[in-house]
T-cell receptor
């Protein structure tokens, strides 16, 4: 049973370019979360999605950031016109739909974004 | 809002020493509590969890007890190994806040020396 998959593992972009981060949840999981980890910091919640729905985006910056989780395919976190301050590790987590287990999240290995 | 405070690191211990990493929280509802571990260059792995007061989570020799009266969830291990060297994160999930997002502490880096 494969875990949460993220790609790419490392991404280098120049200022002004777009970054696309992908996350495939564990099999059977229908909830996806994105978190950002700045150097020497804990993880900060960004967005919570279910298939075709954004449930909670209270942690997303208001501009340049967007997320989706389509009916088919991985969840995508998109950062437009990246700036140096976007350099961080971005982690995806997934959880199962059953009410009893919904709060337990399983994390992917992360995508480390470096903006030059 | 919800928050988690854990002891500042780094913590350096000799092999077989006793480990305690303190964690306290504030939450609007009745949260579930978690400890995650992060090895260098990797994602977070769930270490243990507790969902209600006085529950004890345990895994791989690590333990933590949900103390509602002191709003704490301290991590302990009786005898650490070099392989336990990692960053440990305390976290809470408060579904009363409307989603299951995790709120994390800043992490405590543990180094165990032979």
């Amino acid at each position: 049973n494969a875990g949460v998959m993220q790609n790419p593992r490392h991404l280098v972009r120049r200022r002004g370019q777009e970054a696309r981060l992908r996350c495939s949840p564990m099999k059977g999981h229908s909830h996806v979360y994105w978190y950002r980890q700045l150097p020497e910091e804990g993880l900060k919640f960004m967005v919570y999605l279910q298939k075709e729905n954004i449930i909670d985006e209270s942690g997303m910056p208001k501009e340049r950031f967007s997320a989706e989780f389509p009916k088919e395919g991985p969840s995508i976190l998109r950062i437009q016109q990246v700036v140096r301050g976007d350099s961080a590790a971005y982690f995806c987590a997934s959880s199962p739909p059953e009410e009893t287990y919904k709060e337990t999240q399983y994390f992917g290995p992360g995508t480390r974004l470096l903006v030059l | 809002g919800d928050s988690v405070t854990q002891m500042e690191g780094p913590v350096t211990l000799s092999e077989e020493a006793f480990l305690t990493i303190n964690c306290t929280y504030t939450a609007t509802g009745y949260p579930s509590l978690f400890w995650y571990v992060q090895y260098p260059g990797e994602g977070l792995q769930l270490l243990l969890k507790a969902t209600k007061a006085d529950d004890k989570g345990s895994n791989k020799g690590f333990e933590a007890t949900y103390r509602k009266e002191t709003t704490s969830f301290h991590l302990e291990k009786g005898s650490v190994q070099v392989s336990d060297s990692a960053v440990y994160f305390c976290a809470l999930s408060d579904s009363g806040a409307g989603s299951y997002q995790l709120t994390f502490g800043k992490g405590t880096k543990l180094s165990v020396i032979p």
